[in-house]
């Protein structure tokens, strides 16, 4: 078979397109904020990863531009060689206290991260177990790690206990979790993951992406808000959400950082974080310092929209963040609703398979700390009845 007989048979895109539901790559004109042009129109953006809206804060802006004018526009090699910046060396250090661990190491992007992490980290005759609805990126450096990975049910302890009890007692274990999970919102059940993986001598890593400035002590991620800081051995995190820049970071013992450091090949051979990059993401991480306030403020927010959305009589997948998903039913209605928000003025984004059940797909809401709750109740009012034009509410259904 010709290599590219795959590509002439990929034909969803070109589906969608035809029937005016393709979902992907609208153009934003503005900045990332709350109100946004997007190809030409005003949009209430909810499905922007900005949880506390730093990216258009004055202070993130001028250290990125200041940056640029004193390092130059990029940094030309890994950071093993010719690119390690003094800020990518403060970012780290104030990152690692930020969370609570010795040490921290910085990625270019927050998918190379845990592709670096867990290459290095686990390696033949070891174990990753992860959750089922855990991030795309965990699988992939589980996958180049040579590791055998074990799936256990979405937050179902007994499935994970059942796995941890088959593996032998003396094999390296990991388990690797979203500490939120990025379609669903949910927390990852840590106090009893926690125990488990005592219980079996498994070490256990957080993926803080969707919990870093959100939840926890002045945001500090899903571990602090259960308080078990300091029972996790690995975190790690995204600057292209709460922390308005972009790269990645991993935070534990300074030996485990120390070996991640010397010996992941996605570290040594992928050029460093650009340096506007960097003093965006340093800039963004003390403001979030200087005003614990934002986490708590991003948190209410998730509760209001909730409300709005269940008085409009939308059946609403339960979370505790702002991360709310819609059940929208297939691909297709979810696509067409997608479109029909667009079209009045509100962004939102799909979630297909396989990151659900072809039957199970939603209509993702995400929430910024500076929307207000007069925009929250203008989209839900929009909302709400284009879900009712396409009989998704809770009363239309048997």
């Known amino acids: 078979m010709d290599l590219f007989q795959k590509c002439l048979d990929y034909t969803q895109a070109d589906e969608f397109k035809a029937k005016g539901i393709y979902p992907y790559f609208h153009t934003l004109e503005s900045r990332q904020a709350p109100e946004v042009v997007m190809e030409g129109k005003r949009r209430i953006m909810l499905g922007s990863n900005n949880y506390l809206g730093l990216t258009t804060h004055p202070e993130v802006i001028s250290a990125a531009k200041e940056a640029i004018d004193k390092y130059g526009s990029g940094c030309s090699g890994s950071r093993f060689l010719n690119g390690t910046l003094d800020e990518h060396l403060i970012l780290e250090k104030e990152i690692a206290e930020f969370v609570g661990k010795e040490e921290a190491l910085s990625f270019s992007t927050g998918y190379g991260s845990n592709l670096a992490i867990l290459s290095t980290i686990a390696g033949r005759h070891d174990y990753l177990i992860l959750d089922k609805d855990?991030?795309?990126?965990?699988?992939?450096?589980?996958?180049?790690?040579?590791?055998?990975?074990?799936?256990?049910?979405h937050n179902d302890m007994e499935d994970l206990e059942n796995i941890l009890k088959k593996i032998p007692e003396d094999a390296g274990k990991l388990i690797v979790v979203d500490g939120v999970f990025s379609m669903g919102g949910d927390?990852?059940?840590?106090?009893?993951?926690?125990?488990?993986?005592?219980?079996?001598?498994?070490r256990t890593m957080v993926d803080d992406a969707h919990s870093l400035g959100v939840t926890g002590k002045g945001g500090r991620g899903a571990a602090w808000h259960f308080n078990l800081q300091n029972d996790v051995d690995i975190f790690m995190g995204t600057f292209s959400k709460s922390l308005a820049s972009l790269g990645g970071y991993v935070a534990a013992s300074e030996r485990v950082i120390n070996y991640i450091r010397h010996n992941s090949r996605p570290f040594i051979f992928t050029a460093s974080a650009t340096p506007s990059a960097t003093a965006a993401a340093l800039a963004a991480l003390r403001v979030?310092?200087?005003?614990?306030?934002?986490?708590?403020?991003?948190?209410?927010?998730?509760?209001?929209?909730?409300?709005?959305?269940?008085?409009?009589d939308l059946i609403v997948k339960e979370s505790q963040t702002p991360i709310i998903p819609l059940p929208s039913k297939d691909a297709i209605t979810t696509a067409t609703v997608n479109k029909m928000l667009y079209e009045r003025g509100v962004f939102v984004n799909c979630v297909f398979p396989p990151a659900v059940d072809p039957d199970d797909c939603l209509i993702r809401v995400s929430l910024m700390a500076n929307i207000t709750e007069a925009l929250i109740d203008e989209a839900a009012d929009i909302i709400h009845d284009v879900f009712k034009e396409v009989g998704l509410l809770k009363s239309q259904q048997k």
Request: include cysteine; hydrophobic fraction near 35%.
């Open 134 to 153: 855990d991030h795309a990126s965990i699988y992939a450096g589980c996958q180049l790690s040579f590791a055998e990975m074990k799936r256990y049910k």
């Open 187 to 202: 927390y990852a059940n840590l106090p009893e993951i926690v125990r488990l993986a005592k219980k079996y001598n498994a």
């Open 288 to 312: 979030l310092k200087s005003h614990p306030e934002l986490p708590e403020r991003v948190m209410s927010l998730g509760d209001y929209c909730r409300k709005a959305f269940k008085d409009r």
